[in-house]
């Protein structure tokens, strides 16, 4: 079982950005996509970037030109690099990895999740 260790969360001003970091415990067969999620208070789980084996990046629009996903093989990372945040961007945000070969933004497609860190932006 992969297991994801999100962190990098916090408290920042609109306009503001961080970079969430998730540690993979091991890439394998089920680490082919990897995807960022968040999920708001009495909204549904959302899917805001993801990356496949295949190259393949998706975005959400309301996140296109202000976030950029990436990967670092080796430190086993993925990240999220948020910048220009909104309000609106107040989340849980979560990383999950899918067996799915490309980007996919549909939280069912994945299979393993962390536990999440809080971004809030005032």
């Known amino acids: 079982q992969v297991q994801l260790v999100e962190s990098g969360g916090g408290s920042v001003q609109a306009g503001g950005s961080l970079r969430l970091s998730c540690v993979v415990s091991e890439y394998t067969h089920s680490t082919y996509a990897m995807g960022w999620f968040r999920q708001a208070p009495g909204k549904e789980r959302e899917g805001v970037a993801s990356?496949?084996?295949?190259?393949?990046?998706r975005y959400a629009d309301s996140v296109k030109g202000r976030f950029t996903i990436s990967r670092d093989n080796a430190k086993n990372t993925v990240y999220l690099q948020m910048n220009s945040l909104k309000p609106e961007d107040t989340a849980m945000y979560y990383c999950a990895s899918s067996q799915a070969l490309a980007a996919c933004d549909n939280p069912l497609a994945y299979h393993s999740w962390g536990q999440g860190t809080q971004v809030t932006v005032s």
């Open positions: 990356f496949g084996d295949d190259a393949s990046t």
